[in-house]
């Protein structure tokens, strides 16, 4: 009995081991062996570039090292180092995993294709804050998507400290004169990988499309402005977030300001030399503080309305949009009416009477409303909404916009329970990862079929519609028309205009006073 329960254990892992790709795949490092996952081809644990640690810790990523014979890409790489996750969706974002400043990798899932076709390709960057993520977490798993008739990566990029410390030493080490947005050359890097091996993958360069949430958002807006990245990516899709506010408190900032920070915290750890931040341990330097991209001049070569505004950007179709109710998981603990009011008077000075008429604090319940209404329109709702109209203005691919405001079945405890559209909400139907802890029901399903259609067909064609899908009209500056994604798609005009309209009025006087964005 015993031998039989133990040869029927080992034949139970037998049949759930996947299944080897029929083929090694010849890339520009060396062959590799992907796995069969249901009907898809996976490659996952991809190397992209050198490990950056030793001397490479703090530089632009170097090349993969190339290996003899045929290597086996049948297991996740590990996450770069970070402190943890940043927002608590479900149990797919709670979790933490091992991690390592060796984590330049990128994983695949490809649908089977005609012999000699070129499939289209969307490239994912992840949000966290540029502080935390993964791409390999559950929820951003190619593989309902990718079965739209796409080939989906996932890239990772470092974080925090180890992807956007600046400090002037290695701005003078550097052939650039920059230092700080080593996390956004990795990206650069991985899109270059993609151009030079997707072929041999089935995937057509010439429709490579990148998308992101949040931080990951932040990072397409910012490589859509970037030269470093022309012609690697002919469309781009951010989801809740964009950096147009530069010179702008709490906004991304310039070189020395970077650069000056970093100074800080390098005097904090007692480390007076780069050979002595260099032989830090990963934990330590990790733990030390955040960082963020910069103004670097180099990877990112000035503000990003500025590069907009004068049509320097990548000239890329994009879609584009925000949330309904950003601010509900993003504002656990709003201020009460009375420090409402003091921070509004305090952080905008003269621009707080006209925010309060909109955003008004006459008790805690109207408080706590305007601040989440607030962080959507000033954090998120302005950010795609110039997003939009630059490119429509200065750009010649076309511009789509959206509002999420369907809401998913969050689970019915404390905060979630009072969540609507929250920030992140269009990530489960857009991957159709559906976190097991929540409600979800076939309406969802179905609902996500229809989004990952739009996102898919973009990536496809330049145009999110197909067929059987309500028509999504191209935003103009002369007809600002947005889908949004409540119980049904609906195209109708922008919504939460005068917010928007208010906030573009404060930050275009601010810059007209100081010179304009920095």
Not at 151 to 162: E, K, L, Q, S
Not at 344 to 359: I, K, N, S, T, V
Not at 403 to 430: C, L, M, N, T
Not at 444 to 457: F, K, L, M, P, Q
Request: with cysteine; charged share 15%; net charge negative.
């Amino acid at each position: 009995m015993m031998i039989r329960s133990l040869m029927a254990v080992i034949a139970m892992g037998m049949a759930a081991a996947p299944a080897l790709a029929a083929e090694p795949v010849r890339t520009d490092a060396g062959l590799l062996q992907g796995v069969q996952e249901g009907g898809l081809s996976v490659f996952k644990g991809v190397p992209f570039a050198a490990p950056p640690v030793g001397e490479l810790r703090w530089r632009e990523p170097q090349p993969a090292q190339p290996w003899t014979g045929v290597r086996r890409a049948d297991a996740y790489g590990l996450p770069c180092m970070q402190t943890g996750v940043s927002v608590p969706y479900g149990a797919h974002f709670g979790a933490k995993a091992p991690m390592s400043e060796d984590c330049l990798y990128l994983n695949l899932w490809i649908p089977p294709a005609p012999a000699g076709a070129r499939l289209p390709v969307m490239v994912w960057i992840y949000g966290g804050g540029f502080q935390n993520g993964s791409a390999s977490e559950a929820i951003y798993r190619g593989d309902y998507l990718a079965r739209h008739g796409v080939i989906v990566v996932g890239i990772n990029y470092r974080v925090g400290m180890m992807g956007f410390f600046a400090h002037p030493a290695l701005t003078a080490e550097s052939p650039h004169h920059a230092s700080g947005d080593y996390g956004l050359m990795d990206m650069i890097a991985a899109l270059g990988w993609v151009q030079r091996n997707i072929p041999a993958f089935g995937g057509d360069p010439g429709r490579v499309t990148i998308f992101g949430q949040s931080a990951g958002s932040e990072a397409v807006n910012l490589l859509v402005a970037s030269p470093l990245a022309k012609g690697l990516f002919q469309r781009a899709i951010g989801e809740s977030g964009g950096e147009f506010m530069s010179g702008l408190p709490n906004a991304m900032g310039g070189l020395a300001a970077a650069e000056a920070a970093g100074k800080k915290v390098a005097d904090q750890l007692d480390a007076h030399s780069l050979a002595e931040l260099r032989s830090l341990t990963a934990d330590d330097v990790t733990a030390a503080s955040p960082a963020w991209p910069d103004i670097d001049g180099y990877v990112v070569p000035a503000p990003i309305y500025a590069i907009f505004a004068a049509g320097r950007q990548n000239d890329v179709s994009t879609l584009v949009g925000s949330t309904e109710a950003e601010g509900d998981n993003l504002l656990a603990d709003p201020l009460k009416a009375g420090a409402y009011l003091a921070h509004m008077r305090q952080a905008y000075g003269p621009y707080a009477d006209g925010l309060l008429a909109l955003y008004p604090g006459g008790s805690d319940a109207e408080a706590a409303a305007s601040q989440r209404r607030l962080q959507r329109d000033l954090g998120f709702g302005w950010e795609a909404w110039t997003w939009a109209r630059l490119q429509a203005r200065t750009g010649h691919a076309k511009v789509y916009q959206y509002q999420f405001a369907h809401r998913p079945p969050w689970p019915d405890r404390a905060p979630s329970k009072r969540w609507g559209a929250a920030h992140g909400s269009e990530i489960f139907y857009v991957f159709q990862h559906y976190d097991p802890g929540f409600g979800w029901t076939d309406a969802d399903r179905r609902y996500g079929e229809v989004v990952s259609a739009y996102w898919t067909n973009f990536a496809k064609t330049g145009d999110p519609n197909g067929p059987g899908l309500p028509v999504w009209h191209a935003f103009t500056e002369a007809q600002q028309t947005v889908m949004r994604f409540g119980d049904a798609p609906v195209a109708g005009d922008l919504p939460h205009r005068p917010g928007l309209e208010l906030i573009d009025h404060d930050v275009q006087d601010v810059w007209a006073k100081t010179g304009g964005p920095k």
